[in-house]
């Protein structure tokens, strides 16, 4: 017999996982509700507090509970976000750690956004544009504060993607936005730019509203091309 099929001996805590993990899939432990303590989890699995706070710890590690000092875990409802949540810091760290990864991110960017502006150009409705209207004019009122300008930013192009009726999408552009703001380089190009996105926001708008998905798709390479050279890494920004 080929020994890569033997059985081998199963840690504890990833016996009480498996169990667990079952348990909140199969419905038997819904969104919102508590887990059972880790004394009644050691009575009910027969095994000692270090298998169960291991497992446990498994759990709130894959998004399925969450871990609060003080108070019973809870499970979590699986959302997109909350997926999304899950790859965050490993993500953030990739990107500190090699100006290659932040060029694709960039490059992802593109190609993820000039889809959703097509999308977006056949499905948006008059309240769609509405919202993505006052986006823009949210962004006129916060020049000067680059905070809130970058915020409104954000909540355009999410908008955008959200107008597809794809969650996943919407987690995807608000994942993806999140990581690309802790690189952009307000503090050392910013004077000047503003003007310049408040201008391609609107024309987005404009083929958007005349549901022409060529030019919405290229006005949106357009913006993002333009502005990709605002999101700069730690080692260029100090040279």
Do not use: C
């Not at 805590?13 to 989890?41: C, Q, W």
């Not at 899950?86 to 956004?113: C, G, N, P, T, Y």
């Amino acid at each position: 017999m080929d020994v890569s099929e033997r059985i081998s001996k199963r840690k504890l805590s990833e016996e009480v996982f498996e169990r667990l993990k079952h348990m909140i899939v199969e419905g038997a432990m819904t969104p919102g509700s508590p887990m059972p303590s880790e004394r009644e989890l050691m009575t009910r699995f027969g095994v000692g507090r270090a298998a169960i706070r291991e497992a446990m710890q498994q759990l709130a590690n894959i998004g399925l509970i969450e871990i609060s000092h003080g108070e019973k875990a809870r499970v979590l409802e699986l959302t997109p976000q909350s997926l999304m949540r899950q790859v965050d810091e490993s993500a953030r760290i990739m990107l500190s750690l090699s100006h290659d990864s932040l060029e694709h991110l960039k490059s992802a960017r593109i190609f993820f956004e000039r889809g959703m502006a097509r999308a977006a150009a056949l499905k948006s409705t008059d309240e769609d544009l509405k919202q993505l209207r006052e986006t823009l004019e949210e962004q006129r009122r916060s020049l000067g504060d680059a905070e809130r300008f970058i915020a409104a930013d954000m909540r355009f192009h999410t908008q955008i993607a959200a107008i597809s009726g794809n969650p996943i999408y919407t987690a995807v552009s608000e994942a993806m936005l999140g990581w690309l703001k802790t690189y952009h380089g307000e503090m050392l190009i910013w004077t000047g730019k503003e003007k310049y996105t408040l201008a391609e926001h609107e024309e987005i708008i404009s083929h958007l509203a005349a549901n022409d998905p060529d030019a919405a798709e290229a006005a949106m390479v357009k913006h993002l091309e333009r502005s990709r050279a605002l999101y700069v890494s730690n080692r260029q920004a100090t040279r």
